[in-house]
């Protein structure tokens, strides 16, 4: 049930994730200052953010069961506490292996914390109004390219790769001193141990919400991480594509969540689902069509991040209420879903891009309306 407390509790978790969201992404735009910072090669530093993803998928959902089996808060406290204890790792020892460390620890922190979160809020708002609650969190994701990406762009050039770890982290630890002076304690959850294998494989309406992600985000990697390549091999304008691409992300992430928080609860989430995965779909045949020009491109990038972004966080309420006996396990499974398909994409990515652009259009194309065909077999006990 809401209460009129969730409004600021909405609000300090929309801070502590756009401040975590900031340190997990800002290695890809920084990939460059943190390589000279650290004087390794760039391959090693892309393997590290591999690592980074392989950690999360394999241990995050066992930290985030814990919100399942302690409680909501002390589930949140956990991802916040592994949180920093990378960033302290790294600023106490700052060298290339503890800036891994803070990297996986970074995103175990915010893999146990987000399913938790969510978990917290579908506890209190009724599943037809939750797409506007769980949409204010989310617009922290967006935020943190938006907002955060210049502020850190601005310490590293003052004060070095290592200062957005002291000033985030910092930030993070007052946040969570505020957090857990504020934030009610909720009683534990059952005394069993929730079973995460027998949990998520013995329900057909969980394996059906982990097909969908995992479809789904391994269309959307697949354009991820080629997009900027074609661009770049067809323009010349690697610069120019890349402050394009920078700016049409976070703008259409923000705008995509603008459309759930005002659409999605009225169209129904299954509905908003097929919306953005047909909508995404027709994004992705439109990048080489429109791409015989520049703007063209930029236009159907713009049609694309929006369309994914609408799809994902639609989702969301939907996999809060796929099991409600075990919110945090199933939120686990989903961010893991999306881990593990991310990381098969880099694998099948090269060996498609040689082949040419178009396809990798195809695949992503097949792979969204595969993730299509799972919608209809993730059956609730409530509809929205």
């Known amino acids: 049930m809401k209460t009129p407390a969730l409004g600021w509790q909405l609000a300090l978790f929309t801070l502590i994730r756009l401040l975590v969201s900031t340190i997990y992404r800002m290695v890809y735009p920084f990939l460059g200052a943190f390589r000279d910072g650290l004087g390794v090669p760039l391959d090693t530093l892309t ?33 916040l506490f592994v949180f920093l204890l990378g960033m302290a790792a790294v600023i106490l020892w700052p060298s290339f292996a503890t800036f891994v460390l803070a990297l996986i620890l970074s995103a ?78 909720d009683p534990p959850r059952p005394a069993e141990r929730p079973n995460l294998l027998r949990s998520l494989l013995g329900s057909k309406a969980a394996l059906a919400a982990l097909g969908l992600t995992f479809f789904a985000c391994l269309a959307n990697e697949l354009i991820n991480l080629t997009f900027a390549v074609w661009l770049e091999e067809r323009f010349a304008l690697r610069l120019l594509a890349l402050g394009a691409t920078a700016a049409i992300l976070g703008i259409a992430e923000l705008s995509g969540e603008g459309l759930v928080a005002t659409l999605t609860d009225r169209l129904g989430k299954r509905r908003s689902i097929v919306v953005g995965l047909l909508g995404n779909c027709l994004a992705v045949v439109a990048l080489p069509l429109m791409g015989g020009s520049l703007l063209g491109a930029q236009v159907a990038l713009f049609l694309f991040y929006i369309s994914f972004e609408f799809y994902i966080v639609s989702s969301i309420p939907l996999m809060t209420e796929v099991m409600p006996q075990a919110r945090t396990t199933m939120m686990a499974g989903f961010f893991t879903s999306a881990s593990v398909s991310r990381a098969l994409a880099s694998l099948v990515v090269p060996g498609l891009f040689g082949l040419g652009f178009w396809f990798v259009v195809l695949a992503a194309v097949v792979s969204n309306l595969l993730a299509v065909a799972f919608v209809r077999s993730v059956r609730l006990t409530s509809e929205g």
């Open 47 to 79: 393997f590290a953010v591999g690592l980074r993803s392989l950690a999360a998928a394999l241990m995050g959902p066992f930290l985030a069961a814990q919100g399942d089996l302690r409680g909501r808060k002390a589930g949140m406290l956990l991802g």
């Open 108 to 185: 175990l922190g915010k893999i146990t914390f987000d399913p938790t979160m969510q978990a917290y809020i579908a506890d209190r708002v009724p599943y037809q109004r939750r797409s506007l609650a769980i949409t204010v969190t989310e617009f922290s994701w967006s935020g943190a390219f938006l907002l955060g990406m210049p502020v850190v762009g601005w310490v590293i050039a003052h004060y070095g790769w290592i200062s957005p770890f002291y000033l985030l982290g910092g930030l993070v630890l007052l946040a969570a001193v505020v957090f857990y002076v504020s934030i009610p304690a």
